[in-house]
């Protein structure tokens, strides 16, 4: 069976700070978020400048790979900077906040992405933390095992996934055409291709490799179980996986 041609990759997982999350498939209207966390001061920093990544993880930030997908249009997401108490970021479309923020020393960053889309980000905050306060995930794994843990869920931040264009015309609507010899079938096969970072401990023993499934719900469900388990047995931050979808010719 000769693989063929890459249609998209998407559904990549993280897992880390009490979860796993599961990115939307790619699209050309949507740009990629990262995700970077503190551990000296439990502050996740996200952004679209995957550049500022290693710039970050130099300081001493580790990387948490994808974290979701922000459409090109949508809704503005402002970003603030606390100078104060070690340093923190926090993500509004809300412009009152963003007025608040500044009125108690807080600077304006600018409007760091977009939300719009289907898939929600949920928001939650740790009335324990002096940095890193607040916490933002559309997995609705995390958002659980954080409020499990003392974080108030205060719901809908922003939204995730891609905006549909509007087209300034209606489409014509082709005329027929006589059908044409149908090429050779084709198989959707989805691969998993996985591979854990755990580089501080060598004795995590987390399997590596790639696995092959007919349909995209069964390799969704296994790299969400595969995400679980390592965070549930290994407890490893960073760690993440994707999935392949790839055209294989039958012929």
Same mark, same amino acid.
Request: charged share 20%; no cysteine; net charge positive.
């Given at each position: ?85 070690? &340093?923190? $970021? %926090? ?5 009152? #906040?963003?007025?608040? *923020?500044?009125?108690? @020393? !807080? =600077?304006? +960053? /600018? ?20 940095? &890193?306060? $607040? %916490? ?5 794994? #995390?958002?659980?095992? *954080?409020?499990?843990? @003392? !974080? =108030?869920? +205060? /719901? ?96």
């Amino acid at each position: 069976m000769k693989l063929g041609k890459k249609v998209f990759v998407g559904l990549g997982i993280i897992v880390g700070f009490g979860g796993a999350a599961l990115a939307s498939s790619v699209d050309v209207e949507a740009s990629q978020l990262y995700r970077a966390y503190n551990p000296n001061t439990g502050e996740h920093l996200y952004t679209q400048n995957k550049n500022e990544i290693p710039f970050v993880t130099r300081a001493g930030w580790r990387s948490e790979g994808n974290a979701w997908l922000a459409p090109d249009k949508g809704t503005a997401v402002y970003r603030m900077f606390n100078p104060n108490r070690g &340093g923190d $970021h %926090h993500y509004t479309i809300n412009t009152n #906040e963003v007025n608040m *923020l500044k009125g108690k @020393g !807080w =600077r304006y +960053e /600018g409007i760091s992405w977009r939300s719009g889309g289907s898939t929600p980000v949920y928001r939650l905050y740790n009335p324990n933390a002096q940095s &890193g306060a $607040h %916490h933002f995930t559309k997995s609705t794994y #995390e958002r659980d095992n *954080l409020k499990k843990h @003392g !974080w =108030r869920y +205060e /719901g809908i931040a922003f939204y995730s996934g891609t905006t549909a264009a509007t087209p300034s015309t209606p489409t014509p609507k082709p005329t027929p055409t006589p059908k044409p010899e149908q090429p050779a079938q084709e198989k959707w096969v989805f691969i998993v291709w996985y591979e854990p970072n755990h580089p501080e401990d060598s004795s995590y023993r987390i399997e590596r490799g790639d696995k092959v499934f007919n349909t995209q719900v069964e390799a969704t469900n296994w790299i969400d179980k595969y995400a679980k388990d390592i965070l549930v047995n290994h407890d490893v931050t960073g760690n993440w996986g994707t999935i392949e979808v790839k055209a294989s010719d039958l012929n």
